[in-house]
């Protein structure tokens, strides 16, 4: 079975930009989660979606948003990009509850 | 913010040894995981720990849970230089909200 993926994998914008980041879960799963990493703030919980809803919300600005399609793919979204969106965006699909695995993540570099 | 502390923030040990890295957390939980991450990649689970055991195995692999204390540690033996990835606690309060320590840096020299 194949894992969950992500694209892109790597991705460089400017400030006041927008990206738009993928995630493919894992067949069959219908819970996707992102997470940001810094190495400032570490792991932080973004959202969670589950059958094309948003289920659980962190709290971050909404400047980040996301939204999850029939198939279960998601996607999240950065709008007005800063510096400080630097980071790691994971994404992970789920199952059950309790069992998370992730994608390799995108590494988005803001200039 | 994070909700776990992780100690030691960084561990270097050679290879054979056995690692234990600790992890505390602040607020009550269903359970707490255990996960790796090879240098900025995605995350790897280890091991899931519920809130009412108090020891767990997997392999190499040994986890505690102290509820009274707030805390867990995990214990890797016979450390191996492939062992070498940041270890990430993670608590689980509610539905798939993951909370994650700040990490230990496990470096295991051959």
């Known amino acids: 079975k194949a894992g969950v993926t992500q694209t892109p994998r790597y991705l460089i914008k400017t400030r006041g930009q927008q990206v738009t980041l993928s995630c493919s879960p894992i067949?069959?799963?219908?819970?996707v989660s992102w997470y940001q990493q810094t190495p400032g703030q570490g792991l932080q919980f973004l959202f969670e979606?589950?059958?094309?809803?948003?289920?659980n919300k962190g709290n971050f600005p909404g400047r980040f948003s996301g939204r999850q399609f029939s198939n279960s793919r998601s996607e999240m979204n950065v709008s007005t990009l800063e510096l400080g969106d630097s980071a790691l965006y994971l994404c992970a699909s789920s199952l059950r509850v309790n069992e998370q695995f992730f994608g390799p993540g995108t590494r988005l570099t803001v200039l | 913010s994070q909700q776990g502390e992780e100690d030691p923030q960084a561990l270097s040990i050679q290879e054979g040894e056995n690692a234990t890295m600790n992890c505390s957390y602040k607020t009550s939980i269903n359970n707490l995981q255990w996960y790796r991450q090879n240098s900025g990649r995605g995350l790897v689970h280890l091991i899931l720990i519920r809130s009412n055991e108090r020891e767990k195995h997997s392999g190499r692999l040994r986890v505690t849970l102290d509820t009274s204390k707030k805390s867990s540690s995990l214990l890797i033996t016979a450390s191996r230089a492939a062992d070498t990835a940041s270890y990430f606690c993670?608590?689980?309060?509610?539905?798939?909200?993951?909370?994650f320590g700040e990490g230990t840096q496990l470096t295991v020299n051959p």
């Open positions: 067949s069959g799963h219908r819970s």
């Open positions: 979606y589950f059958s094309e809803t948003q289920r």
């Open positions: 993670a608590t689980e309060t509610s539905g798939s909200r993951l909370t």
